[in-house]
């Protein structure tokens, strides 16, 4: 039965990855990408991690999928812009990634990756936000800290490139 | 987990700390201080990071703090050193440089500060997690502070951006490998759970192949350079000193960790590759920068070829190689900081630094000249300078560990190199002068300018005459790494 939802929820991922890099319409390549993270986040919730499944839902479907929209419709990209700036690289990159997706299946199918077992066990997971709400304000207060100076740093130089952008 | 086995320990952070305050506090500074006077803040950072810098050897810990994320060793302790002067400096140059390039601000100076401290979070990384958060600090301060150039600014950090990005994924997914192999991001657990790995894993080759290609582009290996010429040209002149010297600096302390402290026992393995982009970077770098027209460009191609160089002393895995490594950090700070000093004051301000703006440049300004000759003299690798000692020691442990043909390719590249630095030499000193006068410097220009110089020349021939003080720290500073 999960291994059933699983292939479907994948399927369902792949596809729409796939629309997303090949239609034409911008507007529509940005819904498409949403289908394809809320597969993910369909995967997460398989794998039994809960919390993270609302994260992707929150952050990438929510925000990141919202501003992206909002980008594409005031920036006005007329379509086919994405094909333009391809140049003549679509070839060289196609054949890269086909590459890619072999030495993939090759490792896969020769039983080469297989993932380990994590340190959690399926009790402790039933607690998946406290667990992770745990780790992140004691083992992992350091790097915690350091990405708030990164969202510093994010911010005031977004304010900064755009502010003197505009005294120009 | 209990709070006594996280390890809190203030004092391993002290120096950091004290950088992010500084940071912090010329951040709020710039609230009260007037459009025309920023120029202050310039002064308040650079002072500030010389009066950080006595700090930093006094707060030693050789055990892992933070639940193992920080490691406050001498190690990082030299790399500090490195970042704080190589940022001061820049820092020093750049209070004139934004006044003649008219965008004086205030972020400038501490996103470099904070750019500064990214530097000491990836050197004192004891985690992978720990590192990739340092390494996006900086990188990120990075980004800004190459768009800050008005006009070109623009184009070199774009493509300095995307593929950064594109270069911390490539990391991030390495990571992600070797927690899958080790199921720890820790540096020292890693290296104890490796041992009892079978050779033939596939999720460490992945690793091992992902970490290093994450690691080559920040450190502009062939074939992970492209961004590096565009974004140098693009930069505001002080900041590509620091991105060329400090940026470079940290990802090699990272590099050096990961790959000596956590993966020693497949050293047969990552040896071979880097290898090959170290011997590939030497002469890629070297014959590039042959047709360069742009000094700037020049300087990346020259720094590219001098990343190659470096690489060696990691592929060597030995005490000898790693010491040279740190040695030649801190005399590349020296030297390369000086010639961009040069060049950000030989440029005759219409934006584009060319290499025909020093012809003839001994005539009008003798000393000027006389250090830009010193400095290149120092990156070729001649002696009595510091630049012949660093290239002398990485060769000397290659050559002891049995890398013959590596040294006979980095002897090469020089030789290459050798050309286009005596090509400057030769501007400057055989070419009449041509074109318009030079501008008359105010004497404010001159002192901040004269400073710097007189310091990186007197640090390029100090570590040149007399090198023997800097490399017995070197080699007590990578003690720790080698005695796990």
Avoid at chain 1, 117 to 129: D, H
Avoid at chain 2, 48 to 66: A, D, K, N, Q, R
Avoid at chain 2, 453 to 463: D, F, H
Wanted: glycine share 8%; charged share 10%; net charge neutral.
């Amino acid at each position: 039965m999960e291994q059933l939802f699983f292939y479907i929820f994948s399927i369902v991922a792949i596809v729409s990855a796939i629309l997303v890099v090949s239609v034409r319409n911008p507007v529509h390549s940005a819904l498409y990408l949403i289908i394809c993270f809320l597969q993910v986040a369909a995967m997460f919730v398989l794998l039994r991690s809960p919390f993270l499944a609302a994260v992707q839902v929150f952050i990438y479907v929510g925000a990141v999928m919202v501003l992206f929209l909002f980008a594409v419709m005031v920036l006005d990209l007329g379509k086919e812009r994405l094909k333009d700036s391809m140049h003549s690289q679509s070839i060289l990159g196609g054949a890269l990634a086909i590459v890619l997706f072999f030495i993939a299946f090759y490792l896969v199918y020769n039983g080469d990756i297989v993932a380990p077992l994590g340190a959690y066990t399926e009790t402790a997971l039933m607690k998946n936000t406290e667990v992770i709400g745990a780790a992140l304000y004691t083992k992992y207060i350091y790097p915690f800290e350091v990405v708030s100076l990164i969202l510093l740093v994010a911010l005031v130089g977004a304010i900064t490139l755009v502010m003197r952008h505009k005294d120009n | 987990m209990n709070l006594a086995s996280l390890n809190i320990n203030i004092y391993s952070l002290l120096p950091l700390l004290m950088v992010v305050g500084l940071a912090l506090f010329v951040l709020v500074l710039d609230f009260f201080i007037p459009r025309g006077g920023k120029r202050a803040l310039g002064y308040v950072s650079a002072l500030g990071l010389v009066c950080i810098l006595p700090f930093v050897p006094m707060f030693i810990e050789t055990v892992p703090s933070y639940a193992g994320f920080v490691i406050a060793d001498t190690y990082s302790a030299f790399f500090n050193v490195v970042f704080l002067v190589s940022s001061a400096f820049a820092i020093f140059i750049s209070i004139d440089y934004l006044r003649r390039l008219g965008s004086e601000s205030g972020e400038y100076y501490y996103i470099m500060l904070f750019a500064t401290a990214g530097m000491m979070i990836m050197a004192s990384a004891n985690d992978l997690i720990g590192l990739y958060v340092g390494l996006e600090l900086m990188s990120m301060s990075f980004y800004i502070l190459v768009a800050l150039r008005p006009g070109k600014g623009a184009e070199g950090a774009l493509k300095y951006f995307v593929l950064g990005a594109m270069s911390s994924g490539i990391l991030l997914y390495g990571i992600s490998f070797a927690y899958g192999f080790s199921g720890t991001t820790n540096v020292n657990e890693m290296a104890a759970i490796v041992y009892r790995l079978p050779d033939n894993n596939t999720y460490l080759y992945l690793a091992l192949a992902l970490i290093g290609a994450g690691f080559a582009f920040k450190i502009a290996a062939f074939p992970f350079h492209v961004w590096s010429p565009d974004a140098y040209e693009g930069a505001p002149t002080p900041v590509t000193a620091l991105l060329s010297v400090g940026s470079k600096a940290a990802a090699f302390a990272v590099f050096l960790r990961v790959f000596a402290v956590a993966l020693p026992a497949f050293h047969g393995q990552w040896s071979d590759m880097l290898w090959v982009i170290s011997a590939a970077t030497m002469i890629f770098g070297s014959v590039v920068a042959i047709p360069q027209k742009n000094i700037i460009r020049m300087l990346a191609y020259s720094s590219i070829a001098h990343a190659g160089v470096i690489l060696m002393g990691i592929v060597v895995n030995s005490s000898a190689g790693a010491s040279a490594v740190l040695y030649y950090s801190l005399v590349y700070a020296f030297m390369n900081v000086g010639a961009f000093t040069v060049a950000a004051l030989a440029s005759r301000g219409d934006g584009g630094e060319q290499l025909t703006d020093l012809r003839g440049l001994a005539s009008r300004r003798p000393w000027l000249a006389f250090f830009m000759a010193l400095f290149m003299v120092s990156l070729a690798g001649i002696p009595p300078t510091a630049g012949f000692m660093a290239k002398f020691f990485v060769l000397a442990s290659a050559v002891h560990a049995g890398y013959y043909w590596l040294a006979v390719i980095a002897v090469i590249s020089t030789a290459i190199a050798l050309f286009f630095y005596a090509r400057v030499i030769f501007y400057m000193y055989m070419r009449d002068y041509e074109g318009a006068e030079l501008p008359e410097r105010s004497l404010f220009t001159c002192v901040t300018y004269g400073v710097v110089l007189i310091l990186t020349a007197v640090g390029t021939l100090a570590l040149g005459v007399y090198p023997s003080a800097i490399l017995d720290i070197a080699v007590r500073a990578v003690g720790p790494l080698f005695t796990i």
